[in-house]
């Protein structure tokens, strides 16, 4: 009884760290003023995760503090991502970036790209084709790959969008089945297939969202079962597009949207994204007309003064205006 290893949900935060300094997540505990590694734990439902202080001896956890939210908030402020933190992940445990196309998995490719080089390392990007793309998206983060020399991993759900949004209806900002079905999935079965190390980098920045400020840059992942980083966090929408116009890297139409092309399956989009989209890929526009009028629950993609919009009706709108423009 006694050879009993006993789990705990930090059992696989500490294996993931093991051998390996991390100086980024290494603060003084304000409740026992002892140093600890700074880590969180997934909990469904609060987006706000609670932070605790692993206390290590030799490997082993001998004490956890869990933070107030006062504490949390005090942390989260003061938390930093090194350079060198992510060199030491690079060169220990197999790299994988999340690559979606957009504007900030674009500036975080490029600059682990650069430090890949510098420790010698070899970088995979990882694309999630949601199956609600557009193919323009999926030809661009080829190309960026390719330009970049990088290996290209396409991952994709085992049941398409379309024949999933007819049993379960149209994804909302409070019924977001798709991020799980469409995105998530298909990256966890991937990666449990890979047995090595690994370590998982993406564009995540705090400046995008109040929740995601909540975040912090390196935490482990449940699902992905490995240290999950975001190199880029602290960075502001400037240091983005400055990374991108300085290095050379192909262009395209798709970062002057303004909004996420890699996936049209409806949560988060607006009146205006519907109606870059009308113009940009009318095919796509055409599928989610169609998945309009094939809900069950006659629900529409776009809301507006708690009033259905279908897109059969914002097309009626578009062309109304072109002709007038005309």
Same mark, same amino acid.
């Given at each position: 009884?006694?050879?009993?290893?006993?789990?705990?949900?930090?059992?696989?935060?500490?294996?993931?760290?093991?051998?390996?300094?991390?100086?980024? !997540?290494?603060?003084?505990?304000?409740?026992?003023?002892? *140093?600890?590694?700074?880590?969180?734990?997934?909990?469904?439902?609060?987006?706000?995760?609670?932070?605790?202080?692993?206390?290590?001896?030799?490997? +082993?956890?001998?004490?956890?503090?869990?933070? #107030?939210?006062? @504490? #949390?908030?005090? !942390?989260?402020?003061?938390?930093?991502?090194?350079?060198?933190?992510? &060199?030491?992940?690079?060169?220990?445990k197999?790299?994988f970036?999340?690559? #979606?196309?957009?504007?900030d998995?674009?500036?975080? !490719?490029?600059?682990?790209?650069?430090?890949?080089?510098?420790?010698?390392?070899?970088?995979?990007?990882?694309?999630?084709?949601?199956?609600?793309?557009?193919?323009?998206?999926?030809?661009?983060?080829? &190309?960026?790959c390719?330009?970049?020399?990088?290996?290209? *991993?396409?991952?994709?759900?085992?049941?398409?969008?379309?024949?999933?949004?007819?049993?379960?209806?149209?994804?909302?900002?409070?019924?977001?089945?798709?991020?799980?079905?469409?995105?998530?999935?298909?990256?966890?079965?991937?990666?449990? #297939?890979? &047995?090595?190390? *690994?370590?998982? %980098?993406?564009?995540?920045?705090a400046?995008?969202?109040?929740?995601?400020?909540?975040?912090i840059?390196?935490w482990?992942?449940?699902?992905?079962?490995?240290?999950?980083?975001?190199?880029? %966090?602290y960075?502001s929408?400037?240091?983005?597009?400055?990374?991108?116009?300085?290095?050379?890297?192909? +262009?395209?139409?798709?970062?002057?949207?303004?909004?996420?092309?890699?996936?049209?399956?409806?949560?988060?989009?607006?009146?205006?994204?519907?109606?870059?989209?009308?113009?940009?890929?009318?095919?796509?526009f055409?599928?989610l007309?169609?998945?309009?009028?094939?809900?069950?629950?006659?629900?529409?993609?776009?809301?507006?003064? *708690? @009033?259905?919009i279908?897109?059969?009706?914002?097309?009626? @709108?578009?062309?109304?205006?072109?002709i007038?423009?005309n």
């Amino acid at each position: 009884m006694d050879n009993i290893i006993k789990i705990t949900w930090w059992s696989p935060i500490v294996e993931n760290l093991k051998n390996i300094s991390l100086k980024g !997540i290494q603060i003084t505990c304000p409740i026992c003023n002892e *140093k600890g590694i700074l880590t969180t734990r997934w909990i469904k439902g609060p987006s706000l995760k609670p932070l605790y202080i692993l206390h290590l001896n030799k490997g +082993k956890v001998e004490n956890v503090c869990e933070l #107030s939210e006062e @504490q #949390s908030l005090e !942390i989260r402020n003061n938390n930093f991502i090194k350079k060198s933190d992510i &060199k030491n992940l690079l060169k220990q445990k197999k790299p994988f970036v999340l690559f #979606s196309g957009g504007k900030d998995s674009l500036a975080t !490719i490029i600059y682990l790209n650069d430090i890949t080089k510098e420790v010698n390392s070899e970088l995979t990007a990882i694309y999630v084709d949601t199956t609600a793309g557009l193919p323009e998206n999926t030809a661009y983060v080829r &190309k960026v790959c390719k330009y970049l020399k990088i290996q290209l *991993k396409v991952v994709k759900p085992k049941v398409d969008y379309f024949t999933l949004v007819k049993k379960w209806g149209i994804p909302s900002y409070n019924y977001r089945w798709c991020c799980r079905e469409l995105k998530i999935k298909p990256i966890e079965e991937f990666l449990c #297939s890979v &047995k090595e190390p *690994k370590v998982v %980098f993406d564009g995540i920045r705090a400046a995008e969202s109040f929740v995601r400020k909540q975040y912090i840059p390196i935490w482990y992942h449940p699902g992905f079962k490995c240290l999950s980083v975001s190199p880029i %966090f602290y960075w502001s929408n400037d240091d983005v597009i400055s990374l991108i116009n300085c290095n050379g890297i192909p +262009k395209t139409l798709l970062h002057s949207l303004g909004t996420s092309t890699e996936c049209w399956c409806g949560a988060y989009k607006t009146e205006k994204d519907f109606k870059k989209l009308y113009d940009l890929n009318k095919d796509m526009f055409d599928k989610l007309v169609k998945v309009e009028k094939e809900n069950k629950n006659h629900y529409t993609f776009l809301y507006k003064n *708690k @009033q259905k919009i279908p897109l059969k009706k914002l097309e009626r @709108q578009i062309l109304k205006n072109k002709i007038i423009k005309n």
